[in-house]
């Protein structure tokens, strides 16, 4: 069994975790100091960047589409895994919220 650690569980860092539990054979483990999306990612959000580039081919640009069609299912999942209504948007921006007045406070 492979093991990795992930320092950091914002945005960013919960979406690498959810996506490498998918892959057998790893055992994940998630570091962080604070409460998970307390951290930077939470003041800056997640931005899927790819959406911003101009580039139609390449390597980067490649690795760009497939997360822009993985963002596109994403949700779906997500919401069919825990029974949870999730609001986002099309332009690539996510907040992992834990608790409704935390989302509340973003949707106001």
């Given at each position: 069994?492979?093991?990795?650690v992930?320092i950091?569980?914002?945005?960013?860092?919960?979406?690498?975790?959810?996506?490498?539990?998918?892959?057998?054979g790893?055992?994940?483990?998630?570091?962080?100091?604070?409460?998970?999306?307390s951290?930077?990612?939470?003041?800056?959000?997640?931005?899927?960047?790819?959406?911003?580039?101009?580039?139609?081919?390449?390597?980067?640009?490649?690795?760009?589409?497939?997360?822009m069609?993985?963002?596109?299912?994403?949700?779906?999942?997500?919401?069919?895994?825990?029974?949870i209504?999730?609001?986002?948007?099309?332009?690539?921006?996510?907040?992992?919220?834990?608790?409704?007045?935390?989302?509340?406070?973003?949707?106001?």
């Amino acid at each position: 069994m492979t093991k990795i650690v992930i320092i950091g569980c914002g945005v960013v860092g919960a979406a690498i975790a959810y996506e490498l539990s998918r892959v057998p054979g790893l055992k994940i483990v998630l570091l962080d100091e604070k409460v998970p999306a307390s951290g930077s990612t939470k003041a800056a959000l997640g931005v899927l960047m790819g959406a911003i580039s101009h580039k139609t081919k390449g390597r980067a640009w490649k690795l760009r589409q497939a997360s822009m069609e993985r963002y596109e299912t994403l949700i779906d999942e997500l919401e069919s895994l825990t029974g949870i209504h999730i609001p986002f948007n099309r332009q690539g921006i996510v907040i992992l919220c834990f608790s409704k007045e935390a989302l509340d406070k973003y949707q106001n």
